[in-house]
């Protein structure tokens, strides 16, 4: 079965780091792979606040399925951070789409990115070391800024993404990196840039439907037991 996860990782519904994975997807659709689309900004969780419970055993994450400091009421909203890394660790590939704020990823991926903290402790607790990018799920990444200029504008929000990864298994396989972007007019005003990001998601998926890429799928992630 081909399970491909996109993620929209902008706080904001219909910019420009969503018109990509729309691109992406659509190229992926003309070669046979429907991919399924989530938008972080659906789903609520609450950033972690460094307590080390994770540290120890059994290395769950404390806020996990917590009614949010916010929620009110009986439809109260629980934290959902464990919903996504359960999509992401069945995916067979990770596409991941996010705007650039002042030189970083929006606060509400960042907080996902912190939450992944349980997983590093689970990691050094059991002696493992990161595997090697051969053997993890392939990601791909698209990283969108405003700014024009900036010789490292994307350098500090690929190596969290690095960290991210690793311990749920995967990597960056491929990168798309687009400068000068601030609104979707921009964007249509470059068909190049649009027809290669169509392009992008069509070779993935004749790729996938070939099974022209070696898939070595790691271990599904480890479940978070926070009532042990």
């Given at each position: ?116 903290q349980r997983f590093w402790s689970l990691q050094a607790a059991a002696g493992n070391a990161p595997m090697p990018l051969s053997k993890t799920r392939p990601t791909l ?35 798309r990196l687009l400068r000068g972007l601030e609104t979707l007019k921009d964007l249509r005003e470059r068909p190049a840039v649009t027809a290669a990001l169509h392009a ?29």
């Amino acid at each position: 079965m081909n399970n491909v996860l996109a993620l929209q990782c902008s706080p904001h519904a219909g910019g420009v780091s969503d018109a990509v994975v729309s691109l992406f997807t659509e190229g992926m659709a003309e070669a046979g792979i429907t991919p399924r689309i989530a938008a972080l900004r659906d789903y609520a969780f609450s950033p972690c606040t460094g307590c080390g419970a994770c540290s120890r055993p059994p290395h769950a994450c404390v806020l996990a399925g917590r009614p949010l400091p916010e929620a009110r009421g009986e439809e109260a909203q629980t934290d959902q951070a464990e919903e996504l890394f359960t999509l992401i660790a069945e995916a067979q590939l990770l596409m991941l789409s996010s705007p650039i704020y002042f030189y970083f990823l929006p606060a509400h991926f960042k907080a996902l990115i912190d939450r992944t903290q349980r997983f590093w402790s689970l990691q050094a607790a059991a002696g493992n070391a990161p595997m090697p990018l051969s053997k993890t799920r392939p990601t791909l990444v698209a990283l969108t800024a405003g700014r024009p200029r900036g010789k490292q504008l994307f350098a500090g929000s690929l190596l969290s993404l690095k960290y991210f990864l690793a311990p749920l298994g995967a990597g960056i396989r491929e990168t798309r990196l687009l400068r000068g972007l601030e609104t979707l007019k921009d964007l249509r005003e470059r068909p190049a840039v649009t027809a290669a990001l169509h392009a992008w998601g069509h070779d993935w998926g004749r790729r996938l439907i070939a099974q022209e890429e070696v898939f070595d799928l790691p271990r599904a992630l480890p479940p978070n037991d926070a009532g042990a």
